[in-house]
Nanobody, 117 residues
Framework: QVQLVESGGGLVQPGGSLRLSCAAS????????MGWYRQSPGNQREFVAV???????VYGDAVKGRFTISKDSAQKTVYLQMNSLRPDDTGVYYC???????????WGRGTQVTVSS
């Protein structure tokens, strides 16, 4: 089993920044990927970004150029630096984890991000 603990959400004004973090614990090997999805009321869960233990990061079109995902592999922690936030970035942000060999999906409980003046 894998446990995910998210932190860093909150209220920010348009144009502001927030940094989310997600720490994974449990039985984890060296071949994994972690990322973020978000969901706002009335909408489906949307892909934000993913970073593998080895390889390139991938971003959703809505956040390219504004968000940056990074990792601390030793701590099995990923970060999402969100800049130039807009009201449509508002939602619950969920950490997502998968690992070899099953690539089973694990989800965090979510952290609320609200962008409003």
């Amino acid at each position: 089993q894998v446990q995910l603990v998210e932190s860093g959400g909150g209220l920010v004004q348009p144009g502001g920044s927030l940094r989310l973090s997600c720490a994974a614990s449990g039985t984890i090997g060296d071949n994994w990927r972690m990322g973020w999805y978000r969901q706002s009321p009335g909408n489906q869960r949307e892909f934000v970004a993913v970073i593998p233990a080895r390889g390139d990061t991938v971003y959703g079109d809505a956040v390219k150029g504004r968000f940056t995902i990074s990792k601390d592999s030793a701590q099995k922690t990923v970060y999402l630096q969100m800049n130039s936030l807009r009201p449509d970035d508002t939602g619950v942000y969920y950490c997502h984890f998968q690992a070899y060999p099953t690539w089973k999906s694990y989800w965090g409980r979510g952290t609320q991000v609200t962008v409003s003046s």
